[in-house]
């Protein structure tokens, strides 16, 4: 006799055994205990939530009938009555399930909606579920809008989709949506041990939440994963016996690469890769394990307090947490995210993977001023920089250290910080280091410490005269962008120059071309650089090389200058 699936033999009977969509199961009872019903209900979610479960649990609520065939509508059905017993049993005259991916036309619905029309056999209501509604076409779902909205008394609909997005929003309004959620680790993991034992088949609660991980939030699947699990172990469900049959890699792996990575030890890397391929371990699935470690480790860096004592790992991921910089584990786990799609490119899973160790090896965090950083001690005689690495690593310090690099002129304040002696540090720097009577306008609107629109003023500003009495002085400028330059720019722009100067100065704005401000000079400058990078491109025997032989053309608009 061929065994029920456990998916299917297990499947929830009534709303208290359903797991894990609670909001779903306290918004339906509630509105069958008050009899506020509506004549559609739409669940979306991903595969194997519950979403032909409740659908059949809530045909069988509003038909029940009790066990003595007087009940009434319940949101506790009997479970005993032709209507839920039948409806279980998939043989309910007035229950219809449609598979929209398969009955999708116009001509489909019209069939359905003209029996709808008809009073049910034996029902309280006529319910139809219709499975994947996404699927059916403009012309069936515009078939179907006006029975949707107003159907006779004893018709329900109810309609299923993994696939939201697909259904035109005037069906969409026509229907109480729900949204079922992905199952959470800790749900599967307590409903797979209340079913096993019911099976009465021995598990570990490893083994388990390698089972629920692997479901991606799927009860169903995790159900279909534990049917093969038991027919793979052929006794007890063990960690080692699933890890086996998914191909995951065991987590004293993750633990050992990440030691390595904080020894350097190179040559220990290499030894794990092969060690996991000699296990046939999938190479995608240890990037992915890799990166939720780091990211529990990341936490546990973050918030000490997040890292649960029920984890498995939970005192290797405190002790990893103690002993790596931050800046280390986000680099590390953002080259094991990256270096997955990159596996498929690789010249196999191993070579891509190791790889992407070697890169955790090799790149440290940067501080943004080319230098780099790391808590790390390399393993004594070993190899996890070779000879060649130094050498480059040499090369590439010294052509940092000797390209020559923009020389910028110091403003004011940094010239006197420079050159002041200690004694004086207290000493307001504008009062003394200041030459206002010789006025740099572009130096000063560079200095002055403002930002967004008041710097873009300040940036399309160029000085036409400079009149100066003692403590006052009165500059005449053109504005570039005269909408910056309203009342409140510019007495924000003279506060900023006068306490910059150390006296009082008013601005007053002439209208005019301002070919000298700073937003005019560095316009020149990018446009000149622009022009010469194009025709650097156009000159070069290269391109016209490739231009004639290949019929190739140079993109409008791609050419950058080097900056």
Not at 97 to 115: H, P
Not at 457 to 466: D, G, I
Request: negative net charge; proline residues 5%.
């Amino acid at each position: 006799m061929t065994a029920l699936a456990l998916a299917r033999k297990w499947r929830p009977r009534d709303f208290s055994t359903l797991v894990g969509q609670e909001h779903v199961v306290k918004a339906l009872t509630h509105a069958l205990d008050q009899q506020r019903l509506h004549q559609a209900w739409l669940f979306t979610g991903t595969r194997g939530v519950g979403k032909t479960t409740i659908s059949r649990i809530l045909a069988k609520a509003l038909n029940c009938t009790g066990a003595d065939g007087q009940g009434q509508m319940t949101s506790q059905p009997c479970g005993k009555c032709p209507a839920c017993t039948e409806i279980d049993a998939g043989r309910y005259v007035d229950y219809i399930e449609m598979d929209a991916a398969s009955n999708r036309g116009v001509d489909d619905m019209a069939q359905l909606l003209e029996k709808a029309m008809y009073a049910p056999s034996s029902a309280r209501f006529k319910v139809y579920m219709i499975d994947e509604v996404h699927m059916l076409t403009g012309h069936a779902f515009n078939a179907m809008l006006k029975t949707l909205e107003e159907p006779p008394p004893h018709v329900k609909f109810i309609l299923a989709t993994t696939d939201p997005q697909k259904i035109p929003v005037t069906v969409l309004s026509r229907c109480l949506q729900f949204n079922l959620k992905q199952m959470p680790i800790p749900s599967i993991v307590e409903h797979l041990e209340k079913i096993l034992e019911s099976e009465q088949v021995k598990s570990e609660i490893g083994a388990l939440r390698i089972l629920a991980k692997a479901a991606q939030g799927s009860m169903r699947d995790a159900l279909s994963l534990t049917d093969q699990a038991i027919a793979y172990a052929a006794g007890p469900v063990s960690e080692s016996a699933v890890r086996a049959m998914l191909g995951t890699l065991d987590e004293t792996y993750l633990i050992q690469i990440l030691d390595a990575l904080r020894t350097g030890d190179g040559d220990a890397l290499i030894t794990i890769a092969d060690e996991m391929a000699a296990k046939s371990s999938s190479f995608s699935l240890a990037l992915q394990d890799l990166a939720s470690l780091l990211q529990k480790i990341a936490v546990g860096q973050t918030v000490p307090s997040a890292v649960l004592d029920d984890w498995p790992e939970a005192t290797e991921v405190r002790r990893l947490a103690s002993q790596f910089n931050k800046e280390d584990i986000q680099l590390y786990y953002q080259i094991a995210i990256t270096s997955r799609p990159d596996l498929s490119l690789a010249p196999d899973e191993q070579t891509g993977f190791t790889m992407a160790l070697l890169r955790m090896l090799t790149f440290k965090p940067g501080d943004g001023s080319g230098s780099t950083k790391s808590n790390q001690t390399p393993k004594a005689g070993g190899s996890s920089i070779s000879s060649a690495a130094k050498a480059v690593a040499n090369v590439a310090n010294h052509s940092v250290k000797t390209t020559a690099a923009p020389i910028a002129i110091p403003t004011p304040q940094e010239a006197q910080a420079q050159s002041a002696p200690q004694s004086t540090a207290a000493v307001k720097p504008s009062a003394m280091t200041i030459n206002s009577e010789d006025p740099d306008w572009q130096s000063w609107m560079k200095a002055l410490p403002v930002r967004g629109l008041l710097q873009q003023l300040a940036f399309q500003t160029e000085l036409q005269s400079w009149n100066e009495r003692g403590d006052a002085a009165k500059a005449t400028v053109i504005v570039g962008m005269p909408q910056l330059a309203n009342k409140e720019n510019v007495l924000r722009l003279q506060e900023a120059l006068s306490s910059y100067l150390g006296k009082s100065v008013t601005i007053l704005i002439e209208t005019g071309k301002a070919n000298h401000s700073i937003a005019a000079v560095e316009a020149k400058i990018k446009q000149e650089k622009q022009e010469g990078a194009e025709e650097s491109i156009a000159n070069d025997d290269f391109v016209k090389t490739i231009q004639a032989e290949f019929g190739a053309t140079v993109v409008p608009g791609s050419i950058r200058p080097i900056q």
